[in-house]
């Protein structure tokens, strides 16, 4: 059974998630802000980034690990100007290098928090490249990119080479765009490195800012044996080369960031209110758990992205009530500025949702 990791003493969840879950060799970490236990959040941008630290390192030592356990982490900025203050802070934190990370912008974070981390912990981790952590048969990806889609494929092609794997191997990728590349152009250079059909599952999104040189960031898992790497595909979503609904890394399934969008004939997203359109996305994200016999109890991690935080609580109410006793830890961010909310020609709305799973068999 996952077993949930809750500290002693910390913030107080601000939503429908556990704030760590051990699963198997591996603890997922919840994204955490800058406020304190007491809900107080600092003036400087130093300290504030401490106690985002200090937050994260209270659930890994509850749950008996240390800081130099962590493998990966998902940094927020809502600034990224930021980042190079973020950058000596993850020095001072993590002196002997530490874990493998990756750093955005994006427009907002639950209670107004200037930053956010989530993590994946686990013992032993050895280090094929710099900027890759593997344990358990898993590689976990830094951050790469490039100022094109083209630079950021080369860079990550090259990365993984160094790590002695092909693209062939990666489970799931984040891929994250800014100043003004669109998905469709990193999608016609991303498409071709990967068979129909067998592609990584993947979350998709254009973000508020990248870290400087950046405008896609590519960031994922990998798995070293390809005997443990297999594609599930539930019967309405046809094959694609951008994504696959999800796949399996050994034990743990990595399942696509979905939306509220209706596959099949007609398709696009008709739900016109951010929960009509969660209930679509789960009942999406459901298709590709049942397809491969597990279920929402089986989730270990989430991430959320929303198109407005005023809707946060709206969000919550539909989506907590899909998780039992135990939901799965998350990170909740919105990207961008919201969007205009009107139908386009063919009477489809815009998205105002995307949610990413993680989950574990056991």
Known sequence: MKKPVVPAVGPKPVGPYTPGIQAGDFLYVSGQGARNPAGEMPADFVSQTRNCLANVKSIIEAGGYTMNDMVYGQLYLSDMKNFPAVAALWKEAFPKGGPAFAVLGVARMPTETPVELSAVVARGAQSPHADVREVGGRLYF????????????????????????????????????????????????????????????????????????????LTGVAV???????????????????????VWAGDTFFLSAKSGFIP???????ATTVEHQVRQT??????GLEETGIDFSHCVAANVYVDDLTEFAKMNGVYGSYFGAI?????????????????????TFPMLEQVSLVAWRG
């Open 142 to 217: 830094s951050g790469v990119g490039g100022a094109t889609p083209a630079a950021a494929m080369e860079n990550l092609v090259k990365r993984a080479k160094q790590a002695g794997i092909d693209p062939g191997h990666f489970a799931f990728l984040n891929a994250y765009c800014a100043n003004g590349v669109t998905l469709a152009q990193l999608n016609e250079v991303y498409a071709p490195f990967f068979d129909p059909g067998n592609a990584p599952a993947r979350a998709s999104m254009l973000v508020d800012s990248l870290p400087p040189g950046m405008s896609v960031e």
């Open 282 to 287: 789960m009942r999406n994200l459901l298709d």
């Open 327 to 347: 939901p799965p830890t998350r990170t909740t961010v919105q990207p961008m500025k919201p969007v205009a909310r009107q139908a386009n020609a063919n009477g």
């Open 264 to 270: 099949g004939p007609h398709a696009g997203i008709y």
């Open 224 to 246: 070293r044996d390809l005997a443990t790497r297999r594609v599930v595909r539930p019967r309405n979503m046809a094959p694609s080369r951008t994504a696959s609904p999800g």
